[in-house]
């Protein structure tokens, strides 16, 4: 059971918008660490594709954001594409006895 | 933009150790904290540790009893230990570059990027 809860599995058609949740606790999210969000196309590595709740590294199209409020932090995705199907991971700093970094359960996205 | 690359064996036997090293190349492993981060077969990646050029390090306290890290700064190499395997810990492992501040901005907890292609590993007599 992960410390940050995705729901696991959302949907959209092309050109709508989707959100994913990531639902901490006091120990992470809600005590004010940051969150992180990944991309993973079936077959290859996690990519970065939000650091620090809000901030897109360069290449990262704009049709992506976050955001977050009190213990939970959003994915936002619009004007959806077929290629953005894939598994999408937030994660975040755990101060609790697990104590270390730590990713959500993870979410699979399917364009319809 | 540097890339990393894992390699070791593919297969190691129970109570065996799992050895990997991760090759960063097109840039210096100077300066930056570097990760082994293992993804279960359809699951949630789990990161493993991570440690400074200097040799400072900081490992996930599930793993830490099993868990070393070492890094040759002159080879561009950093390298993972996993002793005592069992099936359990068939995964992919990745390794990654490990960021908490950009520029002058630092923030509350790291992230990882970018990662290496991820090697599988199966435990297996």
């Known amino acids: 059971q992960s410390v940050l809860t995705q729901p696991p599995s959302v949907s959209g058609a092309p050109g709508q918008r989707v959100t994913i949740s990531c639902t901490g606790t006091?120990?992470?999210?809600?005590?004010?660490?940051?969150i992180h969000w990944y991309q993973q196309l079936p077959g290859t590595a996690p990519k970065l594709l939000i650091y620090a709740t809000s901030n897109r590294p360069s290449g990262v199209p704009d049709r992506f954001s976050g955001s977050r409020s009190g213990s939970s932090a959003s994915l936002a995705i619009t004007g959806l594409q077929p290629e953005d199907e894939a598994d999408y991971y937030c994660q975040s700093y755990d101060s609790s006895l697990t104590g270390s970094r730590v990713f959500g359960g993870g979410t699979k996205l399917t364009v319809l | 933009q540097v890339q990393l690359q894992e390699s070791g064996p593919g297969l190691v036997k129970p109570s065996q150790t799992l050895s990997l090293d991760c090759t960063v190349s097109v840039g210096s492993i100077r300066g930056y904290y570097w990760s082994w981060i293992r993804q279960f077969p359809g699951k949630r990646p789990e990161w493993i540790g991570q440690i400074f050029h200097t040799g400072d390090k900081t490992y996930n306290p599930s793993l830490q009893s099993r868990v070393t890290i070492s890094i040759d700064t002159p080879r561009n190499q950093f390298s993972l230990k996993l002793s005592s395997v069992t099936a359990a810990d068939t995964a992919i492992y990745y390794c990654?570059?490990?960021?908490?501040?950009?520029?002058?901005?630092?923030?509350?907890?790291?992230?990882?990027?970018?990662w290496g292609q991820g090697i599988l590993v199966t435990v297996s007599s």
């Open positions: 006091s120990a992470n999210i809600g005590a004010g660490y940051d």
């Open positions: 990654a570059r490990t960021w908490s501040c950009v520029g002058e901005t630092c923030y509350s907890g790291d992230w990882f990027d970018p």
